[in-house]
């Protein structure tokens, strides 16, 4: 247990305090904390003005991306689940995209989605349709980053699958005696039945689209770099026109490229409140659609 | 744990009353319609790899042509892609970093994962709270304060605040190793203690052989995630390019190669090979520790 107790002091009880005592402080690194009182958290809230930008963008993210994601994976492992022949070679299709290195499969959807000759927009034109500027463009930039994701719902589409087929076969056998077709089947029986596993799933993309960065950060560096040719990629986070700019993002840029670490504690401070509020409220919501079956089956 | 195709021969092996033509016919119209949706969205999941490997075989100039098939193949730039970057610098860093962080976790998170599962002591269910919370948690939250405590260590710019923080334990390694644990049936164990076993003992000889796919599944996921992390490199290694991952040095490559996106498209190629590849040598490690993660949370 002791590794554990030093570690977990060291890396996680320790900097959790020291991140809310840093967040009333100023701090750059190279001079000691200075008290700011509540300086930074009025900054916060009244002040900045990309910071709300930054929330929206998150928010998008987790009330657009991520229920596609989790409503993409469960048609997809239903589909699976009533398939008869080449089970295992469809699984790891559907499976490999979320195999493929974030950095890897963003800078590929880039030049997938490159507006002038990305084959998407090359085959969109052949079909008589002028395709968006995807990442160039600040209303699609959040779409692709979207599509992205999608692509990558291997994982989740791996649990729902085995959780599908681990529906009890009885159930749906006194479904179809009462007369439910593949519909009601689908709605009463295997939805309730697996409902834990989804909300699972949506408590977990929810976490990861508060954390969400990578994509975002080499999408707008890479975009924003061979729009405008310049070296330094940092300053094209966000591109275009902030839409990129995640609360993560926004954070990083304020703590390691402007090292207002104070001000990055109180950033971290209020994501802290509202992840821990949002999975709050998400658990204690579900209990009215979750449905869980009598321990000990 | 069922995989999908073994639980799918189970229910086709016992016999069954032939159902009437017309719900034969209705049932083989919808197997054919399921089909053929699965057909073309795993089609649409694997144009995204073709497209990618298409475009790294064209030369520099047709790479920025609408044409998509190339003409010539360029297969030299494949060799190209090593003499403008350092990949094989970039691969072992990689390699170190996987491999410590990943031997790391393993030695701190099994013993702390056995203390949780099966021996009472006082605090233990306190202690597995605290783990759920910290595995919640986004790492932003805590991540100034462990920055400036490398950045006072004079580690920065070095691969060690990436690898020392897993010698401490891994909040969801240990969750998920618990879980298998808490399945051993405690007979064994029993058993072990009856023929004057300790504790140290009776985890290195009958839990750790009977976790053996827990752990081979745990130490997958690590070293995959150092594999792919991107903020941990970047924090702490952007600006010392010896130290890159080939996340890092991936994501870089594109802004110094600004248009050449056969280039950039060959090294998104050698970056996902490793990883696809060892998908296809562990693939049941990978599918059982996905849906240990799913079906136990």
């Known amino acids: 247990m002791s590794p554990w107790i030093v570690g977990f002091t060291v890396f996680f009880g320790y900097p959790l305090v020291t991140t809310a005592y840093l967040s009333f402080t100023h701090y750059d690194l190279l001079s000691s904390p200075h008290w700011v009182g509540l300086a930074n958290y009025r900054y916060l809230f009244t002040t900045d003005q990309t910071v709300w930008p930054a929330v929206r963008n998150t928010l998008w993210f987790i009330a657009i991306a991520v229920p596609l994601q989790v409503f993409f994976a469960l048609g997809i492992s239903i589909m699976l689940s009533r398939a008869r022949r080449g089970v295992g070679v469809f699984r790891t299709i559907f499976y490999l995209p979320a195999l493929a290195p974030p950095v890897a499969a963003t800078l590929g959807f880039v030049y997938l989605l490159n507006p002038a000759t990305g084959p998407v927009n090359t085959i969109l034109g052949k079909l008589g349709i002028e395709g968006p500027l995807w990442f160039d463009s600040p209303q699609w930039a959040k779409p692709s980053l979207t599509l992205l994701a999608l692509w990558g719902i291997g994982n989740t589409m791996i649990i729902f699958l085995a959780a599908v087929l681990d529906v009890p076969r009885h159930l749906y056998e006194s479904a179809e005696l009462d007369g439910a077709g593949y519909f009601s089947r689908l709605w009463y029986v295997t939805l309730p039945t697996i409902s834990p596993v989804i909300l699972f799933a949506v408590v977990i993309g929810v976490i990861e689209g508060l954390q969400y960065f990578t994509q975002a950060y080499v999408a707008a560096s890479v975009a924003g770099g061979s729009a405008s040719y310049s070296a330094e990629s940092a300053n094209s986070l966000g591109y275009p026109e902030d839409s990129t700019l995640f609360y993560p993002v926004l954070l990083y840029q304020q703590g390691f490229r402007y090292f207002n670490m104070g001000y990055a504690s109180a950033m971290a401070m209020l994501l802290l409140a509202v992840a821990f509020g949002l999975t709050f409220l998400i658990v204690r919501n579900s209990r009215r659609f979750v449905h869980y079956q009598a321990p000990g089956r | ?297």
């Not at chain 2, 970039?90 to 701190?108: E, F, K, P, W």
């Not at chain 2, 150092?226 to 991952?245: A, V």
Request: with cysteine; net charge positive; glycine share 6%.
């Open chain 2, 1 to 297: 744990m069922t995989s999908g195709a073994a639980s799918l021969e189970g229910t086709g092996s016992f016999v069954r009353r032939r159902p009437p033509v017309a719900v034969r016919r209705k049932r083989l119209l919808i197997a054919i319609a399921n089909h053929s949706l699965l057909i073309a969205t795993a089609l649409i999941f694997l144009l995204p790899f073709v497209f990618i490997v298409l475009t790294s075989l064209m030369t520099s100039h047709q790479a920025l042509s609408p044409k998509l098939w190339p003409d010539p193949f360029a297969w030299h730039n494949y060799v190209d892609v090593f003499t403008k970057a350092p990949l094989w610098r970039y691969a072992l860093n990689t390699l170190i970093y996987g491999g410590l962080a990943t031997l790391g976790l393993l030695v701190s998170s099994i013993p702390v994962a056995y203390a949780l599962a099966r021996l009472r002591w006082r605090g233990s269910h306190v202690a597995f709270l605290i783990t759920l919370v910290a595995m919640m948690l986004p790492p932003q939250v805590t991540i100034v304060p462990v920055y400036v405590l490398f950045a006072k260590l004079h580690l920065v710019g070095s691969l060690w605040p990436l690898i020392l923080p897993n010698w401490f334990g891994d909040a969801f390694s240990i969750f998920l190793l618990r879980q298998f644990f808490l399945t051993i049936p405690e007979e064994y164990l029993d058993a072990a203690r009856v023929d004057g076993c300790g504790e140290f003992r009776i985890l290195t000889t009958v839990v750790l052989r009977m976790a053996k796919p827990a752990i081979a599944a745990v130490a997958l996921f690590s070293f995959l995630f150092c594999f792919n992390d991107f903020f941990g490199p970047l924090l702490y290694t952007g600006e010392s390019s010896q130290h890159w991952t080939l996340s890092l040095g991936l994501a870089q490559f594109r802004s110094l190669y600004q248009v050449q996106w056969n280039l950039v498209m060959a090294a998104t190629v050698i970056v996902m090979t490793p990883v696809i590849v060892l998908f296809f040598l562990a693939q049941r490690a990978f599918v059982e520790g996905v849906t240990l993660t799913g079906v136990k949370g």
